[in-house]
């Protein structure tokens, strides 16, 4: 049974930071595109950044500079630094793996707010 659970979300005042985690099981971690995702109230979800097998990144471009996603293999585990964070960051994040299947975590409420 194939398993994403995300952790560290809460609440944050503008300019701080937050740490995301996504530990997967069931799955070939190692072969497996893993990515970030974010849906606001209102609005269509979205993708805030990936990483594939090999390491390599790619970022929306309102988080670039300011979101660094990483993976741990032997941890199986995928993590999203944020930091100065703007209100408008506010949404649930997702975590996603990809490779023949896609599978979706439950998510995890990040708000950015004074």
């Known amino acids: 049974q194939v398993q994403l659970v995300e952790s560290g979300g809460g609440l944050v005042q503008p300019g701080g930071s937050l740490r995301l985690s996504c530990a997967a099981s069931?799955?070939?971690?190692?072969?497996?595109?893993m990515g970030w995702y974010r849906q606001a109230p209102g609005k269509q979800r979205e993708l805030v950044a990936h990483?594939?097998?090999?390491?390599?990144?790619n970022y929306a471009d309102s988080v670039k500079g300011r979101f660094t996603i990483s993976r741990d293999n032997a941890k199986k585990t995928v993590y999203l630094q944020m930091n100065t964070l703007k209100p408008e960051d506010t949404a649930v994040y997702y975590c996603n793996a990809r490779k023949y299947d896609i599978y979706w975590g439950q998510g995890t409420q990040v708000t950015v707010s004074s």
């Open positions: 069931g799955i070939a971690f190692n072969f497996y595109v």
């Open positions: 990483i594939t097998a090999i390491g390599t990144t």
